[in-house]
């Protein structure tokens, strides 16, 4: 798919943060499985990634990530890193 070529991290968050705020977690679940899971590790990825999992119900899913989070927390900083105590 050509239009899957110029998608970035930054893109697929605000279109993730997009649904989300519109209560539509369910699509904002398939954007983030269909750009994020599996073509990308960096942390903050993956933070929105555990938010998203949460708001869905897929809490095992999320804490599964929590470690990787966690031992991050240099990068992400500590605002980051307070939030990723609570998934």
Same mark, same amino acid.
Not at 22 to 40: A, H, P
């Given at each position: 798919? *050509?239009?899957?070529?110029?998608? =970035?991290?930054?893109? %697929?968050?605000?279109?993730?943060?997009?649904?989300?705020? +519109?209560? =539509? %977690?369910? /699509? @904002? $679940?398939?954007?983030? &499985?269909?750009?994020?899971?599996?073509? @990308?590790? +960096?942390?903050?990825?993956? !933070? !929105? $990634?555990? %938010?998203? !999992?949460?708001a869905n119900g897929l809490y095992e899913e999320a804490? &599964?990530? /929590?470690?990787?989070? +966690?031992?991050?927390? !240099? +990068? $992400?900083?500590?605002?980051?890193?307070? &939030?990723? $105590? &609570? *998934?």
């Amino acid at each position: 798919m *050509i239009i899957s070529c110029f998608f =970035n991290d930054s893109l %697929v968050f605000y279109l993730g943060a997009f649904n989300h705020i +519109e209560d =539509n %977690v369910k /699509k @904002t $679940l398939s954007i983030m &499985k269909e750009f994020v899971v599996g073509n @990308t590790f +960096e942390p903050l990825s993956m !933070y !929105y $990634l555990a %938010v998203i !999992y949460k708001a869905n119900g897929l809490y095992e899913e999320a804490n &599964k990530l /929590k470690p990787e989070l +966690e031992s991050s927390s !240099y +990068e $992400l900083g500590p605002i980051v890193t307070q &939030k990723i $105590l &609570k *998934i």
